[in-house]
């Protein structure tokens, strides 16, 4: 078995969608037979790229002129899919990017565990909301997608604890505030096959962010650091403009993320 941080490089620099999330998918399998059986597989290193590979389409916009379209109507409703398979297939590369990109920090084998099985969810993620799209005649790349989706990682770059905090705490906790009004949309227009996946996916995000609490309070503690204020001193140094409620407090908790985290950030200081 080749090292972890190799296997993320390579499902970084695959392009195609549906050819990174079998890769994905074949690596998280290999890891979790060799934990399975008792062995500590290597992370070793990897030179992981600035950007992840991107096949030719869809082509990607500036968030302000990628078209809006009512979720009431039939394309609307495939817009809707489309945005959130544009988001599954960046969440697949966030994942393997994190385990790639921070090798020179000393973790716990328990955190690539995490990041593994994360990344995993993931690809299914992006599968299920293709075969939803093709079910309805459309495929992912059928249409333009935001341009942004990589910016978190790119500042991020070089900081493994703001990584941490504004992609599964922020980002993904916030897919845990709009999924519940996604899926209303799709059991209105009885589209029980999106209804089905996306509550798999709501059901599965929970764990993605607490993953992300998980480690970020780990790395707090081992450095002695207060995790309110280390939280919103990154989150206002990464991330662009301000949180937005509603928040899925419920969720949002269950997730190990206390609404004293993520309140105060609400206002511009």
Same mark, same amino acid.
């Given at each position: 078995?080749?090292?972890?941080?190799?296997?993320?490089?390579?499902?970084?620099? /695959?392009?195609?969608?549906?050819?990174?999330?079998?890769?994905?998918?074949?690596?998280?399998?290999?890891?979790?037979? @060799?934990?399975?059986?008792?062995?500590?597989?290597?992370?070793?290193?990897?030179?992981?790229?600035?950007?992840?590979?991107?096949?030719?389409?869809?082509?990607?916009?500036?968030?302000?002129?990628? %078209?809006?379209?009512?979720?009431?109507?039939?394309?609307?409703?495939?817009?809707?899919?489309?945005?959130?398979?544009?988001?599954?297939?960046?969440?697949? *590369?966030?994942? =393997?990017?994190?385990?790639?990109?921070? /090798?020179?920090?000393?973790?716990?084998?328990?955190?690539? *565990?995490? =990041?593994?099985?994360?990344?995993?969810?993931?690809?299914?993620?992006?599968?299920?909301?293709?075969?939803?799209?093709?079910?309805?005649?459309?495929?992912?790349?059928?249409?333009?997608?935001?341009?942004?989706? =990589?910016? @978190?990682?790119?500042?991020?770059?070089? *900081?493994?604890?703001?990584?941490? @905090?504004?992609?599964?705490?922020?980002?993904? @906790?916030?897919?845990?505030?709009? /999924?519940?009004?996604?899926?209303?949309?799709?059991?209105?227009?009885?589209?029980?096959? +999106?209804?089905? +996946?996306?509550?798999?996916?709501?059901?599965?995000?929970?764990?993605?962010?607490?993953?992300?609490? !998980?480690?970020?309070?780990?790395?707090?503690?081992?450095?002695?650091?207060? #995790? !309110?204020?280390?939280?919103?001193?990154?989150?206002?140094?990464?991330?662009?403009?301000?949180? !937005? %409620?509603?928040?899925?407090?419920? !969720?949002?908790?269950?997730?190990?993320?206390?609404?004293?985290?993520?309140? #105060?950030? /609400?206002?511009?200081?």
């Amino acid at each position: 078995m080749i090292a972890l941080a190799q296997m993320a490089e390579n499902v970084l620099r /695959t392009a195609d969608g549906r050819e990174k999330t079998a890769l994905s998918h074949k690596y998280a399998a290999e890891w979790r037979a @060799a934990r399975a059986a008792g062995e500590t597989p290597e992370i070793g290193t990897s030179n992981p790229p600035l950007r992840p590979a991107r096949p030719d389409k869809p082509e990607l916009l500036s968030p302000r002129d990628v %078209p809006h379209r009512k979720p009431g109507s039939p394309e609307g409703r495939i817009a809707l899919l489309h945005a959130v398979a544009h988001i599954e297939l960046n969440a697949v *590369d966030l994942h =393997w990017d994190i385990i790639a990109r921070f /090798t020179d920090v000393k973790m716990p084998m328990g955190f690539y *565990d995490d =990041w593994v099985s994360a990344a995993d969810d993931e690809s299914k993620h992006f599968n299920l909301m293709c075969d939803c799209l093709e079910a309805l005649g459309s495929h992912y790349g059928a249409l333009p997608a935001h341009a942004g989706m =990589w910016r @978190a990682a790119e500042d991020t770059v070089d *900081d493994f604890m703001g990584r941490l @905090a504004v992609v599964p705490m922020v980002l993904e @906790a916030r897919g845990l505030d709009v /999924t519940p009004n996604m899926i209303q949309v799709f059991k209105s227009a009885k589209a029980t096959q +999106a209804v089905d +996946a996306l509550e798999v996916i709501y059901a599965e995000e929970v764990a993605h962010v607490a993953y992300g609490s !998980k480690w970020f309070h780990f790395l707090c503690g081992r450095h002695e650091l207060d #995790p !309110k204020e280390a939280f919103h001193d990154l989150v206002r140094t990464y991330f662009h403009g301000v949180l !937005k %409620p509603p928040f899925n407090e419920e !969720k949002r908790a269950e997730a190990g993320i206390p609404p004293d985290f993520y309140w #105060p950030l /609400t206002e511009s200081v």
